[in-house]
């Protein structure tokens, strides 16, 4: 098998290495062949040391570019709303935010579920001066195998079914920001390795044992208490230590009302685009209901009941009837006290019932969209990926 066959069986197998053809026998023909068969540069020999050196760096520059626009183009197509509202709350974030951006320091975001610590990490790389991506993983998503390859990347035959190799999210994030969401539920043995990197400032892919020097800045965020999650014994105290220079704490939505107009009308707006219809009005009625409700959901859960309220509707204008039954009753304000607490009993396991509940979320979910898996995960904000994964481990179907 001579190069350029080699070239063309690795792009048939799917394989995006840089390939630089060498060759003591070269033609215009033999040359155009190799690159349209998928080459990067073609070398006549004899040559000189900087001519190779340069068309590695010429390579490596071109599969870098071709990653981050894959990537981008991704990214391109997730929402990338700003943070909405006035509230004394909500610019008190925004200033702590301006002050945190440019420091380089890492982050560690602490907020409810739902309240939108993405979008503040977004903001904090977007303030940042960093010219690399901003690369998003959920590390509730996966299991410890899968998470460690996609956050370290792997070569080929690392593991099984490693048919070729992958880079990792460290390595994307490279020159921009690496944002760590539900960073408490990383398995443990996991954090570890994780610590050496952040303090080290290099990674190893899986199945390797060449270090990749990375220049990064690490965001966190957790809807943990992040002592207690310590203290429980699930994440470690000094990797604690390392995220958690700077804390910013994401205000509930019950701790900012005056937002909730705002935010009601942004995205009946957004989600009326997408679905090509007028933006409907919100009723006086509605409008007091969604101030009034307490929203244990947050942000996350007013968008779902949004657009839930426009598709019932049908873009006509929306009413008490297209609201969901715990905020079309009349007292849509519970408290910690309404619901009943259950008897606690000797030995209560606190991750049954975390997964026990979670099932219920689940199950829910596809009930209110109908068996539809993408529709299911985006009213619990989780990626369908991640929701296949927890289908398969509850044996829900």
Partial sequence: MDGIALVQALRAQGDQTPVIVVTAYGSVESAVTAMKSGACDYILRPFEVETVEMAVQRALALARVEQENRFLREELARDKD?????????????????????TGSPVLICGETGTGK?????????????????????????????????????????FTGAHQARTGKFELADGGTLFLDEITEMPVALQAKLLRALQEGVIERLGSNQPREIDLRVVA????????????????????????????EVPPLRERREDI????????????????????????????????????????????????????????????????????????????????????????????????LERRLIATALEQAGGNKSLAARLLNISERSLWYRLKKYDLH
């Fill in 221 to 248: 965020a957790t809807n943990r208490d992040p002592a207690r999650a310590v203290a429980d014994g699930v994440f470690r105290q000094d990797l604690l230590y390392r995220l958690d220079v700077l804390r910013i």
């Fill in 261 to 356: 107009p705002s935010l009601a009308r942004h995205f009946l707006a957004r989600q009326a685009a997408r679905m090509g219809v007028p933006v409907p009005e919100l009723s006086p009625e509605v409008m007091e209901r969604l101030r009034a409700y307490h929203w244990p959901g947050n942000v996350r859960e007013l968008e779902n009941v949004m657009e839930r309220a426009l598709v019932l509707s049908g873009g006509a204008g929306i009413g008490l009837q297209h609201l969901p039954a715990e905020l079309s009753r009349p007292d849509v304000t519970p408290t910690p006290t309404q619901a009943p607490m259950p008897e606690l009993a000797a030995g209560l396991d606190m991750k049954q019932a975390t997964e026990a």
């Fill in 118 to 158: 993405e979008l503040v990490a977004r903001a904090i790389h977007q303030g940042s001066g960093r010219d690399g991506l901003f690369v998003p993983v959920n590390c509730a998503a996966l299991p410890a195998e899968l998470l460690e390859s996609e956050l370290f990347g792997h070569v080929r035959g690392a």
């Fill in 82 to 102: 700003g943070l909405v509202g006035e509230s004394p709350a909500m610019q008190a974030l925004r200033e702590l935010i301006a002050r945190v951006a440019p």
